[in-house]
Structures are given as structure tokens and as C-alpha cells.
């Protein structure tokens, strides 16, 4: 059990960073699709 309850954050704390990550590369995307001529 406290495997799994400490383990839990972990996950959480990745899929955040994965998601932060994977905005902020979008974010660069449009700003480059915007600036392209």
C-alpha cells in the first residue's frame, strides 16, 4: 500500500510535466506558424 500511495504523486507530478511540456511546444508551434511568412 504505501507503494502505491507514494507512487501516485509521481504519476500525477509526470503527466503535469508531460502536459506543461506539451503546451508549451504548441504554444511555440503557433507563434511559428504565425510569424511564417
Known amino acids: 500500500m ?3 500511495t507514494s507512487s501516485a504523486p509521481k ?3 509526470r503527466v503535469t ?3 506543461s511540456v506539451s503546451g508549451r ?3 511555440t508551434a ?3 506558424t504565425n ?3
Do not use: I
Request: hydrophobic share 45%; glycine share 0%; net charge positive.
Open 2 to 4: 504505501p507503494v502505491v
Open 11 to 13: 504519476a500525477m507530478f
Open 17 to 19: 510535466r508531460t502536459r
Open 25 to 27: 511546444v504548441n504554444r
Open 30 to 32: 503557433d507563434v511559428t
Open 35 to 37: 510569424t511564417a511568412p
